[in-house]
């Protein structure tokens, strides 16, 4: 801190905004500068894109305990929808613990560099993107905004950020992207360490091989690609994968060092705890077993201990206190790990923090071991010799402690002496996500009214969720939100009373009973006949297409579970359905899906089932399961026909019409108009 408080050192100027400061200076004497080709090659794709990035070039200076990372960036926009984007540049770093450097500013027109290094015009701001996300990182952002920037200027941006924040003790690492939706001609990492220093280096889809080199002033790894192609983003991909060309470089460790280094984070509280706390330990001894006290601490902390954090300094990894974050009743999810781990503890329920990955998922575990390739942090404590995963971010969560499904992470490393690598995160023994919804049509005599009833059931985590939804949600504008739902789909419609909530959160299933009465949902499908479109709207949300139909990558489906729409409809005496039996099934690797039409009794009804049985799908099979899904989303909708009978006036008017023409033609009857009395009804 005394470093980062010093004055400006030789060649540096600085510059003031209020509480910050960034410099202007050379770049550090490390740096291997290159100077930007004349021209983009020839032989080189991104002739005709609309954006172009001549360079990403990143060097790292790991040597004698620093982080000195240095940026250097070449781009060109193309096309005037994208201009914006070319005249103005954002750079972030954490004041408390990093120096912003910045060396060019600079844009080549007509083969002539003319400057944009204004540093009146660059602005700091703390603007806490997290915040809205319950987080304060203390992160600032420089804005360079380039006046007169035009359509085929390449411009030209170089910076150092200084320092790392103390409490990673040599876990960070370096990585680059060689390869990205737009072509870049020229992408480099190099990284330096001290001399002898051994390095770990990891490459994804097509990273260039990385060239080890070993001086008398430091051991250095070098990744360089040259003229790589656009890559086409199909998104939709699971969150294990992501399909550019990517590599990480760190110094050499192993799992076992990365637990080494987090297990002072979590010492073992002895101290006592806030006397209201440790009054609730004492209830929670007198439950019958451990389950029991597993869901009860569980509980408290989830839902009396709400989600912020203060990831400042030390704090993005050293938890707080446990007391402290009760007595606040807030922390992020480090913060809530360790005062649940606590808790267990002190309830002789083994337990330990585990680091976890929400961006990367199981391919963390397949990166270089570093603290810095996990972003999260979940407890793993065993009951009754079994495993059980919980997320202590999690909130208004029903059932089990061992119910919620963390597999998603895929694997988890436990922060446990003796750790040597990654664990998987199974599924739970019992996967119970499900939502099943039941639409219920009394249609009067003739179609002009139909009493329409709603029951949806929500079990796992979809009740987890809904749970969630509705306690922060107003009653009257749920019941609003629902009507206006459905007036969508029929038009006018009378709300008979507001959604009735039923939630038993031990069984983890929530009901939602609604009641309506629509004015005109049977469309004249001529005659008298009468026509009724319905949607299974509960399969719709899930069976959706991806953008990319025709893929390279894996596909991210859906969250397995089952999803359920029933349709039934009392039939009125004397109508007749025109519709007849129907059972179509489709099944695939990830999911199968049923759809059957059939009258029982006075009731029409259609079912809709489907269940997934797992999340992604590789990458050989997406053809066959976008085409079945594709069929299931033709089969989602549905028109029934009825036949009305007439009505009696109806009835009666032909009856009369018959006998009519039943007189006409008998014999010694007149014709003539003057037989019917005028005025009087034929």
Not at 160 to 181: I, M
Not at 596 to 607: I, P, T
């Amino acid at each position: 801190m005394l470093w980062l408080a010093a004055t400006a050192q030789a060649g540096e100027d600085i510059h003031k905004r209020g509480d910050f400061e960034f410099f202007v200076a050379p770049a550090p004497g490390f740096v291997q500068e290159r100077a930007l080709p004349a021209q983009w090659p020839v032989d080189a794709s991104g002739a005709d894109a609309p954006w172009r990035t001549w360079r990403l070039d990143e060097q790292v200076d790991w040597r004698r305990g620093g982080y000195v990372d240095f940026f250097d960036y070449a781009f060109e926009a193309r096309a005037p929808s994208l201009i914006g984007d070319a005249g103005k540049f954002t750079i972030t770093f954490n004041p408390e613990y990093q120096r912003l450097l910045i060396h060019r500013v600079e844009l080549r027109r007509d083969g002539q560099w003319l400057s944009r290094l204004d540093p009146e015009h660059i602005s700091l701001a703390r603007r806490e993107r997290g915040f809205e996300d319950d987080t304060s990182d203390g992160q600032v952002t420089a804005l360079l905004v380039l006046d007169d920037v035009r359509i085929g200027d390449v411009v030209r941006v170089s910076y150092t950020v200084d320092g790392s924040n103390p409490v990673l003790a040599g876990q960070e690492l370096a990585s680059a992207y060689f390869g990205w939706r737009n072509p870049i001609l020229d992408a480099r990492l190099r990284v330096i360490g001290d001399p002898g220093t051994q390095f770990n280096v990891d490459q994804q889809h097509g990273a260039p091989e990385p060239v080890l080199a070993q001086t008398a002033t430091g051991a250095e790894v070098l990744l360089a690609a040259h003229a790589a192609e656009s890559v086409i983003d199909e998104k939709d991909y699971p969150a294990w994968y992501q399909p550019f060309p990517h590599a990480q470089v760190s110094v050499q460790r192993s799992w076992a060092g990365v637990v080494d280094w987090a297990l002072p984070l979590y010492p073992v509280v002895t101290g006592p705890l806030p006397a209201d706390l440790e009054a609730k330990l004492q209830q929670w001894r007198q439950l019958a077993d451990d389950k029991a006290r597993l869901k009860a601490a569980v509980r408290a902390v989830q839902d009396e201990v709400r989600y912020f954090g203060v990831e400042m300094g030390e704090n993005t990894h050293r938890p707080a206190a446990p007391a402290d974050t009760w007595r606040r009743r807030r922390g992020d999810c480090k913060d809530k790990v360790y005062l649940l781990v606590t808790l267990l503890q002190r309830l002789g329920i083994d337990a330990e923090p585990a680091l976890t990955s929400m961006s990367s998922g199981r391919s963390a575990g397949e990166r270089v071991p570093s603290a810095s390739v996990f972003d999260h942090v979940i407890v793993r404590a065993r009951v009754g010799g079994v495993d059980v995963w919980v997320d202590a971010t999690a909130t208004q969560q029903g059932g089990e402690p061992g119910d919620a499904d963390l597999s998603a992470f895929g694997i988890a490393l436990p922060i446990v002496a003796g750790t040597v690598a990654p664990v998987a995160i199974a599924e739970p023994a019992r996967r119970l996500s499900e939502v099943a919804v039941v639409e219920r049509y009394f249609p009067d005599d003739d179609a002009h009214q139909v009493r329409f009833e709603v029951s949806t059931t929500y079990r796992g985590a979809y009740a987890d969720t809904r749970r969630k939804a509705i306690s922060g949600e107003r009653s009257d504008d749920r019941a609003k939100r629902y009507a206006d739902y459905y007036r969508k789909r029929f038009g006018q419609l009378r709300q008979v009373a507001e959604p009735v909530v039923a939630d038993d959160r031990e069984a983890n299933v929530l009901r939602i009973d609604e009641a309506y009465v629509l004015a005109a949902p049977f469309e004249d499908d001529g005659g008298m006949t009468r026509r009724l479109d319905v949607r299974a709207d509960t399969l719709d949300t899930v069976a959706i297409l991806p953008p990319a139909m025709v893929r390279k990558g894996p596909l991210y489906f859906a969250r397995p579970g089952r999803y359920r729409h029933e349709v039934r409809i009392s039939i009125p005496q004397r109508w007749k359905p025109k519709f007849g039996t129907e059972d179509e099934h489709i099944e695939g690797k990830a999911f199968d899906f049923r759809r059957s039409v059939q009258v029982e009794g006075n009731e029409a009804v259609l079912r809709y089932d489907l269940g997934v049985q797992e999340p992604d799908v590789a990458v050989d099979d997406t053809g066959h399961h976008l085409e079945n899904l594709r069929l299931v989303r033709d089969e989602l909708g549905a028109s029934l026909r009825f036949e009305m009978p007439r009505s009696d006036d109806a009835d009666a008017r032909a009856k009369r019409l018959q006998e009519l023409l039943r007189g006409v033609s008998s014999p010694g009857t007149s014709s003539s108009r003057e037989s019917t009395p005028r005025g009087a009804k034929p």
